[in-house]
């Protein structure tokens, strides 16, 4: 498999954050997912857990590693800090 690329965020973890990996497929995705590293803020997205589960995920995204098209419907690994005090968005 070619090696990853990642396209890291800045954040600091705070008391309730936990940094949590998902994978999506899409290319809007991605793009939203890029948005987050570059401003800063907090998105909310759907993506499947390491164990195939489907659910959405609330927070900063801090990287994005793109794993090429050959690695099936799961192309992009992301790293997300989740946080229970984003409050609303």
């Known amino acids: 498999m070619e090696a990853a690329r990642t396209e890291s965020g800045a954040g600091k973890l705070t008391p309730g954050d936990i940094m949590v990996q998902f ?3 899409s290319e809007s995705d991605r793009e939203r ?3 987050s590293i570059a401003r800063r803020i907090p998105i909310t997205i759907s993506g499947t857990t390491p164990d195939c589960e489907i659910r959405a995920f609330t927070g900063v995204v801090q990287s994005v590693e793109d794993y090429g098209v050959k690695t099936g419907p ?8 989740e946080s229970a005090n984003l409050g609303p968005i």
Request: charged letters at 30%; hydrophobic letters at 35%.
């Open 74 to 81: 799961w192309r992009w690994r992301v790293t997300m800090r």
């Open 23 to 25: 994978s999506i497929h």
């Open 33 to 35: 997912c890029q948005d």
